[in-house]
């Protein structure tokens, strides 16, 4: 998407028919909360996505309306199955939306000079490329970068005793996985 031309979407397409979603940045952080939510059902979170849609009623076909949502949210058109494929490929989350909500703050209100407390709407596709251009050189670029280190790689035994500390102070806490993401991690 070229955000110099390109419209920012305010839909997905579902069954060959458009639905208007929510864009704001609220929302989608909101969404990713909710997934990391383990005080809710599986279940439950299935239903609550479904208020993402500003539609009623929202799409019938609940699996492809979901993977619309996910889409959405991570910017790519991918299914669904895609999306756990690649996460079950990672060594590790680099990036937690809440954990790190005090670092993202501080690099968007020093680098761009918003406040994203005071800010009222902002598209969430506006927001992730925010996010991704921000330097290196702020802490919530840093933590993301030791997060990532591949500990296995640093060949220095000292480098990888230092880099393997910094890892343990700003590790991103684990959830327990109830039994549909311990199937779906194994299967």
């Known amino acids: 998407m070229n955000l110099f031309y390109e419209e920012l979407p305010d839909s997905v397409t579902v069954s060959g028919s458009s639905y208007r979603i929510c864009t704001n940045f609220r929302d989608w952080l909101k969404f990713f909360d909710l997934q990391e939510d383990e005080k809710i059902t599986q279940r439950d979170k299935i239903l609550l996505m479904f208020h993402w849609y500003q539609e009623l009623p929202p799409p019938e076909h609940a699996e492809e309306a979901l993977n619309a949502l996910i889409a959405f949210a991570v910017r790519e058109e991918n299914t669904l199955q895609k999306a756990r494929k690649n996460q079950n490929k990672s060594t590790g989350r680099i990036l937690s939306w809440s954990y790190d909500a005090s670092y993202i703050y501080s690099a968007f209100l020093s680098v761009y000079q918003i406040d994203l407390i005071k800010t009222k709407e902002m598209h969430w596709h506006l927001f992730l490329n925010l996010f991704d251009a921000l330097p290196e050189d702020v802490p919530v670029k840093q933590r993301m970068s030791y997060r990532a280190v591949n500990l296995s790689a640093v060949k220095d ?31």
């Open 157 to 187: 035994k000292a480098e990888r005793k230092r880099i393997r500390k910094i890892q343990e102070q700003i590790r991103i806490p684990h959830k327990k996985l109830d039994a549909f993401q311990t199937g779906d991690f194994f299967g």
